[in-house]
T-cell receptor, first 112, second 113 residues
Framework: DAGVIQSPRHEVTEMGQEVTLRCKPISGHDYLFWYRQTMMRGLELLIYFNNNVPIDDSGMPEDRFSAKMPNASFSTLKIQPSEPRDSAVYFC??????????FGQGTRLTVV | AQTVTQSQPEMSVQEAETVTLSCTYDTSESDYYLFWYKQPPSRQMILVIRQEAYKQQNATENRFSVNFQKAAKSFSLKISDSQLGDAAMYFCACHSGTYKYIFGTGTRLKVLA
């Protein structure tokens, strides 16, 4: 398996623009997680899905953030409109039940 | 609420020596799992070791081992024979019935040649 695949690896956008981050989980994994990593706040769980259904989105910082999982092999995290304080590395991870979470390589987002 | 605390922002170890990274956690669940992840400069999160809370025996993976003290809610990572390639951020994580993985703030490990 190719592992968790995220795209793009890097994204630079202007404040106010819409940003969409993409994730393909490992086949057969039924949990998908979106994390944000910053120096100040570390690894924050934004939202997670089970069998494509959002279970807990309490970590989503604002209504500007939204996430979808239309099928078992694809998820998106959207920020609209983006702000400079959204600059961070965004990770997607997937797992099966109690096994370890496998992470993608992350998307480094810079909002200028 | 579930919390994970890593009180050592940074640690240093001489190459070939042994170092222990600390982690404490809190969860109300009786069934949970604990993990150590390594994040090198490439930023890839790599699983180092995993411990099931119901197992009394401490997990071991080659040069990496844990000291799991369930009553104290402590889960430390010991790295033996440290190598330059061990230099990275290390994150402790707890996973329980809610299926969330909650991470500590990380410990940056420097390995001195």
């Amino acid at each position: 398996d190719a592992g968790v695949i995220q795209s793009p690896r890097h994204e630079v956008t202007e404040m106010g623009q819409e940003v969409t981050l993409r994730c393909k989980p490992i086949s057969g994994h039924d949990y998908l997680f979106w994390y944000r990593q910053t120096m100040m706040r570390g690894l924050e769980l934004l939202i997670y899905f089970n069998n494509n259904v959002p279970i807990d989105d309490s970590g989503m910082p604002e209504d500007r953030f939204s996430a979808k999982m239309p099928n078992a092999s694809f998820s998106t995290l959207k920020i609209q409109p983006s702000e400079p304080r959204d600059s961070a590395v965004y990770f997607c991870a997937s797992s099966r039940l109690a096994t370890e979470a496998f992470f993608g390589q992350g998307t480094r987002l810079t909002v200028v | 609420a579930q919390t994970v605390t890593q009180s050592q922002p940074e640690m240093s170890v001489q190459e070939a020596e042994t170092v222990t990274l600390s982690c404490t956690y809190d969860t109300s669940e009786s069934d949970y799992y604990l993990f150590w992840y390594k994040q090198p400069p490439s930023r890839q999160m790599i699983l180092v070791i995993r411990q099931e809370a119901y197992k009394q025996q401490n997990a071991t993976e080659n040069r990496f081992s844990v000291n799991f003290q369930k009553a104290a809610k402590s889960f430390s990572l010991k790295i033996s024979d440290s190598q330059l390639g061990d230099a990275a951020m290390y994150f402790c994580a707890c996973h329980s019935g809610t299926y969330k993985y909650i991470f500590g703030t990380g410990t940056r490990l420097k390995v001195l040649a």
